[in-house]
């Protein structure tokens, strides 16, 4: 979180407590509850005894560590060789209808163009000669390439979010410019700057995001499940399948694997940060010799439109597989069309409305708890939070679930839909903090002495000057956690105890028992929902911007 700008003083008093107990307590409790159902010496025992341990966990590493690897070298390039050119703003702009689409939904949407009957080998079918699908393993392969590639494609836009944020933040206006200018002056190319002045300066800002990438590759379950190995599957789906196991005994085995994944993420981090210490200083010694290498030949590859074309590819995959009727391989065309998946997803009315409310209320929840913060927590408290803000990205998904499994027994509200509310929330939060923070951070202060000034009280303050200024940022952020909200599959599927369906969980569902024509459609139904909430707020922040533009020229 950004905590270089605080334009507006903090509330006095300990007035920021109460939104940061209303997140934290959950969210420790949870935690706790989590690691105490895996101090099970038993549990321990059986699952180092397991014999597809070994073989998950290299799995789930190898895909972790190649995925981020991958998402950081192209977020590196893109943002090397784009910034400062019409390329780079298109990929801005198309930043936020990539992050609109579900994980699930992209995976769904990518295995099924991946498959040995999917519609990249049925092009290919007739320069080799198939009559039958090739056996080979495009989707959930023992590799894990079809899940990495799957990671890549959806983190690459969240790192490139970020970089985007923090370039904001650090140039504060030409100062980014002004560096790379001098930097010409001196003789060095634009890709030596970058590599010996701003990413120095940026890498350490993107630590955590970084760490959220490599966390969540890790541990990803709702993915795992549709484009991940099966035989064996990354041990967060074998945590996953013993937490749902009837046998209490299995399920303390799966939350002591829950526990080791959590250690294992930790482990991973010191890891980085011993190595970072350790080349620093050769890096650093680098970064300052002083020489001006050659500027490399450069190679243009079209990113934004390579990225634009994935997505519209998996969108177009899922709408083409929804209405798709008898499908006879090597034909790129099916025989006929049906709209019997759409009547499906008509018939499930309530399942839309379950998923719309629930990410609704959770949504406006997140939004709440991170405005309260920024308007009531000391400047200096914003570093601290930071660690509570993105632990649920960085807690591997199936230990939380299960600690907000048993919070929610204690509480009485298991099987409920304040248990999911209360889960999804404590996910939306921390997702809408980010997004509003660099807006909400760099308000200018003036307005509000202005308004002080006038004899306005605070509260008239915000609801007449703040917030309506804000409104764009606000409905970003909204739609961030409503986003946030529908894509979430574990907390729904465990603490709603398979009461409350979703547009998520019956897609996953679906995909994984193979009923590739409904799945396509509440795969396409799951990215529509958070695409009309971020079109709504991409409106409201043209309108806005039409309005301050008016202003301004009166």
Not at 224 to 229: D, E, Q, R, S, Y
Not at 409 to 417: A, E, K, Q, V, Y
Request: overall charge positive.
């Amino acid at each position: 979180m950004d905590t270089t700008l605080r334009p507006v003083k903090a509330a006095r008093g300990w007035g920021w407590a109460l939104p940061a107990a209303l997140f934290v307590l959950p969210l420790a409790a949870a935690l706790w509850l989590g690691a105490a159902e895996a101090v099970d010496a038993r549990a321990w025992s059986h699952l180092l005894s397991d014999t597809q341990f070994a073989a998950a966990l290299a799995e789930s590493l190898w895909i972790a560590v190649a995925s981020t690897m991958l998402s950081a070298t192209l977020c590196v390039l893109i943002v090397t060789r784009l910034h400062g050119t019409r390329a780079w703003q298109r990929v801005q702009g198309a930043l936020g209808g990539w992050l609109a689409v579900p994980h699930a939904a992209f995976a769904i949407g990518l295995a099924l163009l991946l498959m040995p009957s999917g519609f990249i080998a049925r092009l290919l079918a007739g320069v080799a000669g198939w009559d039958a699908p090739p056996d080979i393993a495009t989707v959930r392969d023992p590799w894990g390439l079809g899940l990495i590639a799957a990671l890549v494609f959806k983190e690459l836009p969240f790192l490139l979010w970020n970089v985007a944020a923090q370039l904001r933040r650090v140039g504060q206006g030409a100062e980014l410019e002004r560096q790379l200018q001098i930097a010409a002056t001196m003789g060095y190319s634009r890709r030596t700057a970058w590599a010996r002045l701003l990413w120095p300066q940026l890498l350490p800002r993107l630590a955590l995001p970084l760490l959220a990438v490599g966390a969540y590759g890790f541990t990803v379950v709702d993915m795992a499940l549709v484009i991940g190995p099966a035989r064996p599957p990354t041990l967060a789906v074998l945590a996953w399948q013993w937490l749902l196991d009837a046998n209490a005994a299995t399920n303390h085995q799966g939350a002591a694997a829950a526990l080791c994944l959590t250690a294992l993420v930790a482990a991973l981090a010191a890891a980085v940060v011993l190595a970072w210490h350790a080349v620093r200083p050769a890096a650093r010694q680098r970064w300052t010799r002083g020489d001006r290498p050659s500027a490399a030949r450069r190679f243009e590859w079209p990113w934004a439109g390579t990225g634009a074309a994935v997505y519209l590819a998996v969108v177009l995959s899922l709408l083409f597989m929804s209405i798709a009727g008898v499908w006879t391989f090597p034909s790129l065309w099916p025989s006929h069309w049906t709209l019997q998946a759409w009547a499906g997803v008509a018939h499930s009315s309530s399942t839309v409305g379950v998923t719309a409310v629930l990410a609704i209320v959770s949504a406006s929840t997140g939004l709440v708890l991170a405005v309260a913060w920024m308007e009531t927590a000391p400047a200096h408290w914003d570093a601290r939070a930071a660690g509570a803000v993105f632990a649920p990205m960085l807690v591997p998904g199936v230990l939380l679930v299960a600690g907000l499994y048993q919070l929610s027994l204690h509480s009485g509200i298991d099987g409920r839909f304040a248990g999911l509310w209360l889960a999804h929330s404590l996910y939306t939060a921390p997702y809408a903090m980010v997004a509003l923070s660099p807006a909400y951070r760099g308000f200018d202060p003036r307005y509000q002495q202005t308004a002080h000034a006038l004899g306005r009280s605070h509260a008239a303050f915000l609801l007449r000057v703040k917030w309506p200024m804000l409104l764009a940022p606000l409905a970003a952020a909204f739609a961030v956690a409503f986003a946030v909200s529908v894509t979430q599959y574990l907390p729904t599927q465990f603490i709603g105890a398979g009461r409350y369906a979703t547009v998520t969980t019956e897609a996953l569902t679906l995909a994984s028992g193979g009923q590739r024509n409904l799945a396509a459609a509440f795969a396409l139904l799951q990215a529509l929902l958070p695409a009309i909430v971020f079109g709504f707020a991409w409106w409201l922040g043209r309108r806005q911007a039409r309005r301050l533009h008016a202003v301004a020229m009166a």
